[in-house]
């Protein structure tokens, strides 16, 4: 269901590429934390028009692995609630994709506008990326801050030295092309 409604909202003329393999990876490590505060999400599902620069990315928050499962089960339970909320999505458009030539490898810079939606909470977004084709398949790649207060994620007075109270993201998706 999720894989459709992410490809229903192209048109009839595009190119679109596409992973239900995409690393994202959430990192709230202080430099007083005594351990890393590091997820990764090997599941994301992404989607790139690339005759429009359309993209969409979708994960399920309890897809986040981290270390020590303590730091996991506090994650879902106590930070982003993943019963209550439990994807985090972004949709958007690469604002330059006329810049970006699809058919020739090569690295391409890339700005993406767009709305991030995470524990309930939806804000505007502009992230520099680039994008990387090589023999006929795309990688998308992002790194960015999230200012956890945005998203109404708080964190207790107990551990706030040991929480970074902006997460770095770093996004990595290797697409190929949707054949459906």
Request: with cysteine; glycine share 8%; proline share 3%.
């Amino acid at each position: 269901m999720l894989t459709l409604g992410l490809m229903l909202f192209t048109g009839a003329q595009s190119q679109k590429y596409f992973t239900k393999a995409g690393k994202i990876t959430f990192n709230a490590t202080t430099p007083s934390s005594p351990e890393k505060v590091t997820g990764v999400n090997r599941t994301a599902t992404c989607v790139i028009d690339t005759k429009s620069g359309a993209l969409q990315f979708v994960a399920l928050m309890k897809g986040f692995e981290f270390e020590r499962a303590l730091m996991e089960e506090h994650f879902n339970e106590n930070y982003v609630e993943s019963d209550k909320y439990p994807r985090a999505e972004f949709k958007g458009t690469i604002t330059n994709n006329a810049a970006v030539d699809y058919t020739k490898d090569g690295t391409y810079a890339v700005k993406v506008t767009g709305k991030m939606t995470i524990h309930g909470e939806t804000h505007d977004v502009t992230v520099d990326g680039k994008i990387v084709i090589q023999g006929g398949k795309i990688s998308a790649v992002a790194d960015f801050p999230v200012k956890l207060e945005d998203y109404k994620i708080s964190i207790p007075g107990l551990v706030s030295d040991k929480v970074a109270k902006i997460a770095s993201i770093n996004v990595n998706c290797s697409l190929e092309l949707f054949k459906g």
